[in-house]
């Protein structure tokens, strides 16, 4: 019997990417809230885990930002049909009480995602959030956010160094 393109995906594409990322990880996060000025520099620890056999992983995080604690997760997977990683984004910091919901293309060394974020109160534009997942071996990944703004400019947010624990 023909193995189906996930079973394919799972052993030897996309989501043995994502497979290999489960595990226990600790680094450190940079946080800018203005272009290249370096705002909090702090301690960050997460778990990767499988979520439904594999289909997708949750990253569960906590950090600080200015000494005050967060917690957030990403639920990160691959679309076959649609050859795109795709993921969902909480956190008690940045999101507030909204969901991100982002998509993109793989990259030489993982992916590129873009979401959107905005509220009524800051008028109709909205900004964009782009992610960068980076993997270096098996036991080094970097997770780096741009702020996108409407006009079309990024600037650096955040960036998470994280090695495996």
Same mark, same amino acid.
């Given at each position: 019997m023909a193995k189906s393109k996930f079973e394919i995906s799972l052993e030897e594409g996309d989501h043995n990417t994502l497979?290999?990322?489960?595990?226990e990880w600790q680094g450190q996060t940079k946080t800018w809230f203005e272009k290249d000025v370096l705002a909090d520099e702090s301690l960050t620890s997460g778990k990767i885990t499988s979520l439904l056999g594999d289909r997708f992983i949750s990253y569960?995080? =906590?950090?600080?930002?200015? +000494? %005050?604690?967060?917690?957030g997760k990403m639920i990160i997977g691959f679309d076959i049909p649609y050859q795109k990683f795709t993921?969902?984004?909480?956190?008690s910091f940045h999101m507030g009480t909204q969901i991100m919901l982002s998509s993109g293309d793989a990259t030489e060394k993982g992916f590129s995602i873009l979401g959107t974020y905005g509220s009524p109160e800051y008028g109709d534009k909205l900004w964009g959030w782009?992610? =960068?997942?980076?993997i270096? +071996? %098996?036991?080094e990944i970097v997770l780096t956010a741009y702020n996108v703004s409407p006009e079309g400019e990024e600037a650096k947010a955040t960036e998470t160094i994280l090695k495996r624990s």
């Open positions: 497979k290999n990322l489960i595990g569960d995080y =906590e950090g600080s930002l200015d +000494g %005050k604690a967060f917690f993921a969902s984004w909480i956190d782009r992610t =960068e997942l980076e270096f +071996g %098996k036991d």
